[in-house]
């Protein structure tokens, strides 16, 4: 209902369409004519014990692959950049958190030297606060197949990791924060960020990169310019 009454809103139809889930693949070599050239699904479809869509979010493209977070169902999907076909998926088992009803995976990094895939998700404690809440990170030194302790990244109420890995080594974390203002009357949002050179086993303190009042900066997606 609105101010004006009610308004019919038609259903979105089947959840299990292509385009529901799934990952756009576009073809941007005419800049000024990007083309969609089809529709990737990842995770698990909708059905028995599955309560809501994947939720496909971070996404890293490394060695002819595009390993997709799919924030939804604890897992990372695995796509053939030259098939736009899934070839795997990796369950997030994180040694210590198997409790937990989910960890939101988002962020992805690949450490091109070593061959090291990092994932960056968001711990949320309870009760939700500033004490209990973090931004964590864990390691995967066999491409997915088992996954290190996580560290504790980022302290505070906190939340959409993305990252990124420099020219240099060094990994970038982006992330969303409200932890400066929480608790309050008036709860705002920054982009905050800090970095590692030892392949995400420590981290920076935060520094503030966006925070615009009343708009909420947030789900900052990093991008390495060539």
Known sequence: ?????????????????????SVAVIDV??????????FVRTGR?????VHGGSS?????????RVFVANTNDDSISVIDAATNTVTGEIPIRIPGLETLRGVLPIGLAWH??????????????????????????CISRDRGDSWSKPVVAASGRSWE????????????????SEAQWFPGTDVQQEILLISSSDNGQSWTSPRRVAYTPGMRDGMAVPVLLA
């Open 1 to 21: 209902a609105t101010a004006r009454g009610k308004v019919q809103v038609p259903g979105l139809g089947d959840p299990n369409v292509r385009e529901a889930n």
């Open 29 to 38: 070599s005419t800049p000024a004519a990007p083309r969609l050239v089809t």
């Open 45 to 49: 479809p909708f059905g028995a014990g």
């Open 56 to 64: 496909p979010c971070g996404i890293l493209a490394a060695g002819g």
């Open 112 to 137: 091109e030297k070593n061959g090291w895939l990092l994932l960056a998700f968001v711990g949320r404690g309870k009760p939700d606060n500033n004490a209990n809440d973090n931004v964590q990170v």
């Open 161 to 176: 990791p993305g990252m990124i890995q420099l020219d240099d080594g060094t990994i970038d974390l982006f992330y969303s």
